[in-house]
Protein backbone atom coordinates (compact mmCIF):
# COMPACT_ATOMS: atom_id res chain seq x y z
CA UNK A 1 0.00 0.00 0.00
CA UNK A 2 1.24 3.46 -0.39
CA UNK A 3 2.04 5.34 2.31
CA UNK A 4 3.33 8.62 3.63
CA UNK A 5 6.54 7.50 5.48
CA UNK A 6 8.18 10.01 8.08
CA UNK A 7 11.82 8.46 8.46
CA UNK A 8 13.05 11.12 10.66
CA UNK A 9 12.78 15.13 11.11
CA UNK A 10 11.52 16.58 8.06
CA UNK A 11 12.36 13.44 5.77
CA UNK A 12 8.60 12.68 4.82
CA UNK A 13 8.14 10.60 1.81
CA UNK A 14 5.44 8.18 -0.53
CA UNK A 15 6.70 4.86 0.49
CA UNK A 16 5.16 1.41 -0.46
CA UNK A 17 4.52 -0.32 2.56
CA UNK A 18 3.17 -4.06 3.18
CA UNK A 19 0.02 -4.30 4.63
CA UNK A 20 0.04 -5.08 8.43
CA UNK A 21 -1.58 -8.40 9.35
CA UNK A 22 -4.44 -8.07 11.90
CA UNK A 23 -4.75 -9.55 15.02
CA UNK A 24 -7.77 -9.90 17.24
CA UNK A 25 -9.86 -6.96 18.06
CA UNK A 26 -8.34 -5.01 15.03
CA UNK A 27 -10.26 -3.71 11.93
CA UNK A 28 -8.34 -2.64 8.43
CA UNK A 29 -10.01 0.79 7.61
CA UNK A 30 -9.32 2.10 3.77
CA UNK A 31 -8.81 5.69 3.97
CA UNK A 32 -10.82 8.35 2.14
CA UNK A 33 -9.77 11.67 3.64
CA UNK A 34 -7.09 12.20 6.52
CA UNK A 35 -6.53 16.11 7.97
CA UNK A 36 -3.00 17.06 8.79
CA UNK A 37 -3.48 18.42 12.58
CA UNK A 38 -0.93 20.47 14.45
CA UNK A 39 1.12 17.95 16.27
CA UNK A 40 1.59 16.01 12.37
CA UNK A 41 3.42 19.93 11.91
CA UNK A 42 5.30 19.08 15.14
CA UNK A 43 6.27 15.42 14.56
CA UNK A 44 7.69 16.36 11.32
CA UNK A 45 9.71 18.78 11.92
CA UNK A 46 11.18 16.81 14.78
CA UNK A 47 9.56 18.81 17.84
CA UNK A 48 7.70 15.86 19.69
CA UNK A 49 10.45 14.06 21.78
CA UNK A 50 7.93 10.90 22.08
CA UNK A 51 7.48 10.30 17.90
CA UNK A 52 9.70 7.46 17.07
CA UNK A 53 11.32 7.14 13.89
CA UNK A 54 10.21 5.82 11.32
CA UNK A 55 6.60 5.98 11.29
CA UNK A 56 3.00 6.93 9.33
CA UNK A 57 1.93 9.95 10.20
CA UNK A 58 -2.11 11.13 10.40
CA UNK A 59 -4.99 10.55 13.09
CA UNK A 60 -7.81 13.04 11.77
CA UNK A 61 -9.53 10.21 9.15
CA UNK A 62 -12.70 8.34 7.88
CA UNK A 63 -12.70 5.63 5.92
CA UNK A 64 -14.53 2.12 5.02
CA UNK A 65 -14.33 -1.35 7.39
CA UNK A 66 -11.95 -3.28 4.90
CA UNK A 67 -11.62 -6.38 7.20
CA UNK A 68 -12.36 -7.47 10.86
CA UNK A 69 -10.26 -9.89 12.91
CA UNK A 70 -12.30 -11.51 15.37
CA UNK A 71 -15.96 -10.33 17.12
CA UNK A 72 -16.16 -6.72 16.33
CA UNK A 73 -19.54 -4.77 15.99
CA UNK A 74 -18.47 -3.78 12.46
CA UNK A 75 -19.18 -4.68 9.59
CA UNK A 76 -17.58 -4.82 5.75
CA UNK A 77 -17.96 -1.68 3.76
CA UNK A 78 -19.31 0.44 6.96
CA UNK A 79 -18.02 3.89 6.98
CA UNK A 80 -16.16 4.93 10.15
CA UNK A 81 -14.58 7.85 11.83
CA UNK A 82 -11.02 7.13 13.97
CA UNK A 83 -10.75 7.96 17.14
CA UNK A 84 -7.40 7.61 17.87
CA UNK A 85 -6.64 7.38 20.93
CA UNK A 86 -4.79 3.65 21.94
CA UNK A 87 -4.68 2.91 25.67
CA UNK A 88 -5.04 -0.31 27.48
CA UNK A 89 -8.04 -2.64 27.57
CA UNK A 90 -7.92 -3.97 31.25
CA UNK A 91 -6.84 -0.57 32.85
CA UNK A 92 -10.33 0.47 34.97
CA UNK A 93 -9.40 3.86 33.42
CA UNK A 94 -9.70 2.49 30.21
CA UNK A 95 -12.89 0.64 31.15
CA UNK A 96 -14.54 3.87 32.58
CA UNK A 97 -14.05 5.83 28.60
CA UNK A 98 -11.23 7.99 30.38
CA UNK A 99 -8.65 6.37 27.54
CA UNK A 100 -6.73 9.63 27.41
CA UNK A 101 -5.98 8.77 31.16
CA UNK A 102 -4.70 5.34 30.57
CA UNK A 103 -0.59 5.68 31.69
CA UNK A 104 -0.63 3.87 28.17
CA UNK A 105 -2.26 6.50 26.20
CA UNK A 106 -0.89 7.32 22.55
CA UNK A 107 -1.97 8.97 19.64
CA UNK A 108 -2.45 7.12 16.36
CA UNK A 109 0.61 8.32 13.78
CA UNK A 110 2.31 10.10 16.79
CA UNK A 111 4.18 8.43 18.94
CA UNK A 112 4.88 4.65 17.54
CA UNK A 113 1.38 3.36 16.03
CA UNK A 114 0.92 4.08 12.14
CA UNK A 115 -1.50 6.31 11.11
CA UNK A 116 -3.76 7.14 8.53
CA UNK A 117 -1.92 9.21 6.19
CA UNK A 118 -2.02 5.67 4.02
CA UNK A 119 -4.42 3.90 2.00
CA UNK A 120 -5.15 1.83 4.59
CA UNK A 121 -4.73 2.13 8.46
CA UNK A 122 -5.05 -0.98 10.84
CA UNK A 123 -6.79 0.04 14.31
CA UNK A 124 -8.44 -1.48 17.46
CA UNK A 125 -11.77 -2.00 17.07
CA UNK A 126 -12.71 0.37 19.79
CA UNK A 127 -11.25 3.17 18.01
CA UNK A 128 -13.99 3.11 15.49
CA UNK A 129 -17.21 4.95 15.35
CA UNK A 130 -19.81 4.96 12.77
CA UNK A 131 -19.46 8.06 10.49
CA UNK A 132 -23.01 10.16 10.38
CA UNK A 133 -25.05 9.68 7.47
CA UNK A 134 -25.19 12.74 5.30
CA UNK A 135 -22.14 14.10 6.68
CA UNK A 136 -19.44 14.39 3.48
CA UNK A 137 -16.33 12.66 3.97
CA UNK A 138 -14.32 15.90 5.37
CA UNK A 139 -16.40 16.83 7.76
CA UNK A 140 -16.30 12.98 8.91
CA UNK A 141 -12.58 13.54 9.54
CA UNK A 142 -12.91 16.49 11.28
CA UNK A 143 -14.62 14.94 13.99
CA UNK A 144 -11.75 14.08 15.72
CA UNK A 145 -10.85 18.06 16.13
CA UNK A 146 -14.23 19.31 16.85
CA UNK A 147 -14.03 16.36 19.81
CA UNK A 148 -10.71 18.28 21.05
CA UNK A 149 -13.00 21.85 21.32
CA UNK A 150 -16.18 19.76 22.44
CA UNK A 151 -13.72 18.81 25.32
CA UNK A 152 -12.50 22.15 26.04
CA UNK A 153 -15.75 23.71 26.57
CA UNK A 154 -16.84 20.67 28.53
CA UNK A 155 -14.06 21.21 30.69
CA UNK A 156 -14.64 25.02 31.31
CA UNK A 157 -18.52 23.79 32.34
CA UNK A 158 -20.28 26.00 29.59
CA UNK A 159 -23.65 27.00 30.53
CA UNK A 160 -26.40 28.28 28.23
CA UNK A 161 -26.05 32.27 27.78
CA UNK A 162 -22.56 32.67 29.00
CA UNK A 163 -19.97 34.82 27.46
CA UNK A 164 -16.86 32.96 26.12
CA UNK A 165 -13.34 34.09 25.03
CA UNK A 166 -11.40 31.94 22.53
CA UNK A 167 -7.64 32.95 22.05
CA UNK A 168 -6.42 31.47 18.53
CA UNK A 169 -8.10 31.49 15.60
CA UNK A 170 -6.67 28.32 14.64
CA UNK A 171 -8.07 25.11 13.25
CA UNK A 172 -9.14 24.24 16.79
CA UNK A 173 -9.88 28.01 17.54
CA UNK A 174 -12.35 28.41 14.49
CA UNK A 175 -13.74 24.61 15.87
CA UNK A 176 -14.67 26.10 19.08
CA UNK A 177 -16.29 29.20 18.63
CA UNK A 178 -18.77 27.80 16.22
CA UNK A 179 -18.74 24.52 18.77
CA UNK A 180 -19.62 27.17 21.91
CA UNK A 181 -22.39 28.45 19.74
CA UNK A 182 -24.03 25.55 18.87
CA UNK A 183 -23.64 24.61 22.82
CA UNK A 184 -25.63 27.80 24.07
CA UNK A 185 -23.17 30.50 24.92
CA UNK A 186 -24.71 33.84 24.39
CA UNK A 187 -21.77 36.04 23.23
CA UNK A 188 -18.56 34.77 21.47
CA UNK A 189 -15.10 36.46 20.60
CA UNK A 190 -12.33 35.07 19.41
CA UNK A 191 -8.52 37.27 18.88
CA UNK A 192 -5.26 36.26 16.86
CA UNK A 193 -2.99 38.03 14.99
CA UNK A 194 -3.95 36.44 11.70
CA UNK A 195 -6.75 39.19 10.08
CA UNK A 196 -7.05 36.27 7.60
CA UNK A 197 -8.51 34.00 10.60
CA UNK A 198 -10.11 36.85 11.85
CA UNK A 199 -12.22 37.61 8.67
CA UNK A 200 -12.85 33.81 8.55
CA UNK A 201 -14.27 34.29 12.11
CA UNK A 202 -16.64 36.62 11.61
CA UNK A 203 -18.05 34.60 8.80
CA UNK A 204 -18.64 31.49 11.23
CA UNK A 205 -20.70 33.46 13.28
CA UNK A 206 -18.31 35.15 16.31
CA UNK A 207 -19.55 38.02 17.62
CA UNK A 208 -16.39 39.98 17.95
CA UNK A 209 -12.97 39.14 16.21
CA UNK A 210 -10.45 40.91 17.64
CA UNK A 211 -7.02 41.68 16.11
CA UNK A 212 -3.87 41.54 18.75
CA UNK A 213 -1.22 42.48 17.11
CA UNK A 214 -0.84 45.39 19.10
CA UNK A 215 -1.59 43.40 22.33
CA UNK A 216 -4.41 42.07 23.98
CA UNK A 217 -6.98 44.72 24.99
CA UNK A 218 -6.35 44.11 28.43
CA UNK A 219 -8.57 47.53 29.65
CA UNK A 220 -11.65 46.64 27.46
CA UNK A 221 -12.36 43.16 28.38
CA UNK A 222 -11.19 43.50 32.16
CA UNK A 223 -13.60 40.71 33.98
CA UNK A 224 -15.94 40.33 30.58
CA UNK A 225 -15.84 36.87 30.46
CA UNK A 226 -17.43 34.00 32.05
CA UNK A 227 -14.82 31.75 30.37
CA UNK A 228 -11.75 31.86 28.42
CA UNK A 229 -10.35 29.36 26.85
CA UNK A 230 -6.82 29.27 25.73
CA UNK A 231 -5.58 27.75 22.44
CA UNK A 232 -1.90 29.39 22.59
CA UNK A 233 -0.67 29.00 25.64
CA UNK A 234 2.23 31.34 26.71
CA UNK A 235 2.58 33.45 29.65
CA UNK A 236 1.16 36.37 28.24
CA UNK A 237 -2.02 34.32 26.80
CA UNK A 238 -2.78 32.63 30.49
CA UNK A 239 -2.30 36.54 32.04
CA UNK A 240 -4.88 37.57 29.46
CA UNK A 241 -7.31 34.71 30.20
CA UNK A 242 -7.09 35.89 33.76
CA UNK A 243 -7.81 39.68 33.25
CA UNK A 244 -10.47 39.02 31.47
CA UNK A 245 -12.40 36.67 33.78
CA UNK A 246 -15.09 37.75 35.67
CA UNK A 247 -14.98 37.18 39.23
CA UNK A 248 -15.85 33.67 39.52
CA UNK A 249 -15.16 32.51 35.89
CA UNK A 250 -13.23 30.18 34.61
CA UNK A 251 -9.81 29.49 32.33
CA UNK A 252 -9.32 26.05 29.63
CA UNK A 253 -5.88 26.32 28.19
CA UNK A 254 -5.72 23.59 25.47
CA UNK A 255 -2.87 25.25 23.65
CA UNK A 256 0.39 23.28 24.75
CA UNK A 257 2.82 25.10 26.61
CA UNK A 258 6.21 25.72 25.14
CA UNK A 259 7.46 24.96 28.51
CA UNK A 260 6.94 25.94 31.99
CA UNK A 261 5.43 29.60 32.54
CA UNK A 262 4.54 31.29 35.54
CA UNK A 263 0.85 31.72 36.86
CA UNK A 264 -0.68 34.94 38.37
CA UNK A 265 -2.34 32.90 41.31
CA UNK A 266 -2.57 35.97 43.27
CA UNK A 267 -5.09 37.86 40.88
CA UNK A 268 -6.58 34.10 39.99
CA UNK A 269 -6.98 33.71 43.72
CA UNK A 270 -8.31 37.33 44.17
CA UNK A 271 -11.09 36.63 41.04
CA UNK A 272 -11.59 33.00 42.62
CA UNK A 273 -11.10 31.45 38.86
CA UNK A 274 -11.08 28.16 38.16
CA UNK A 275 -8.05 26.86 35.91
CA UNK A 276 -8.32 23.92 33.89
CA UNK A 277 -6.29 22.05 31.07
CA UNK A 278 -7.82 20.00 28.09
CA UNK A 279 -5.83 17.70 26.56
CA UNK A 280 -7.11 14.82 24.17
CA UNK A 281 -10.81 13.43 24.82
CA UNK A 282 -12.65 10.63 26.75
CA UNK A 283 -13.78 7.69 24.72
CA UNK A 284 -17.19 9.66 24.05
CA UNK A 285 -17.69 11.68 20.64
CA UNK A 286 -21.42 11.61 20.71
CA UNK A 287 -21.94 15.86 20.94
CA UNK A 288 -18.90 15.86 17.82
CA UNK A 289 -21.02 13.73 16.33
CA UNK A 290 -24.05 15.06 16.45
CA UNK A 291 -22.90 18.77 16.42
CA UNK A 292 -22.02 18.05 12.37
CA UNK A 293 -24.00 15.81 11.63
CA UNK A 294 -26.99 18.55 12.85
CA UNK A 295 -24.95 20.75 10.77
CA UNK A 296 -24.04 23.55 13.60
CA UNK A 297 -20.13 23.22 12.84
CA UNK A 298 -19.45 23.93 9.37
CA UNK A 299 -15.69 22.76 8.47
CA UNK A 300 -15.28 23.54 4.94
CA UNK A 301 -14.10 27.20 5.11
CA UNK A 302 -11.67 25.78 7.29
CA UNK A 303 -10.07 23.43 4.84
CA UNK A 304 -7.35 25.52 3.05
CA UNK A 305 -5.81 22.88 1.05
CA UNK A 306 -7.03 19.68 -0.65
CA UNK A 307 -3.95 17.51 -1.97
CA UNK A 308 -3.20 14.07 -3.15
CA UNK A 309 -0.84 11.63 -1.10
CA UNK A 310 1.81 12.31 -3.15
CA UNK A 311 1.89 16.05 -3.36
CA UNK A 312 1.38 16.40 0.83
CA UNK A 313 5.17 16.30 1.44
CA UNK A 314 5.94 19.08 -0.52
CA UNK A 315 3.00 21.12 0.89
CA UNK A 316 3.81 20.26 4.20
CA UNK A 317 7.07 21.42 3.92
CA UNK A 318 6.20 24.75 2.36
CA UNK A 319 3.81 25.51 5.66
CA UNK A 320 6.63 24.29 7.95
CA UNK A 321 8.98 26.58 6.48
CA UNK A 322 6.26 29.54 6.56
CA UNK A 323 5.97 29.74 2.95
CA UNK A 324 2.46 28.80 3.11
CA UNK A 325 -0.34 29.67 5.45
CA UNK A 326 -2.88 26.66 5.49
CA UNK A 327 -5.30 26.16 8.48
CA UNK A 328 -6.25 22.50 7.66
CA UNK A 329 -4.96 20.96 4.77
CA UNK A 330 -7.11 17.21 3.60
CA UNK A 331 -5.36 14.56 2.23
CA UNK A 332 -7.09 12.01 -0.19
CA UNK A 333 -4.96 8.77 -0.12
Given at each position: ?K????KA????????L?????????V????????????????????L?????????G???C??????????P???????????????R????????D??????????????????????V????Y?????????????????????????????????R???????G????????I????????????V???????????E???????????G?????????S??L??????N???????V????????I?V??????????????????????????L?D?D?S??L??????????H???????????AP????????????????????
Amino acid sequence: MKALLLKAPRQLEIADLPAAPLQAGQVRVRVRKVGVCGSDYSSVAGKLPFTRYPIVPGHEACGDVMECSGDTPFRIGERVVIHPILGDRDDPVFARGDVHHCDSTEVLGVVSRNGAYAQEVVVEDYMLRPAPAGVDDETAAMVEPVAVAVRALNRGALSRGERVLVLGAGNIGLLLIQAARALGAGRVVVTDLAPSRLRLAETLGVDEAVDVRGGFPAERFEKSFDLVIDGVGNEQTVADAVVACRRGGRIVVYGVPPGEIRFPLKTAFAKDLTLATSRLYDADFSTALRLVSEGRIRTHPLITHRVALEDAPELIGRILDGSEAAIKVMITP
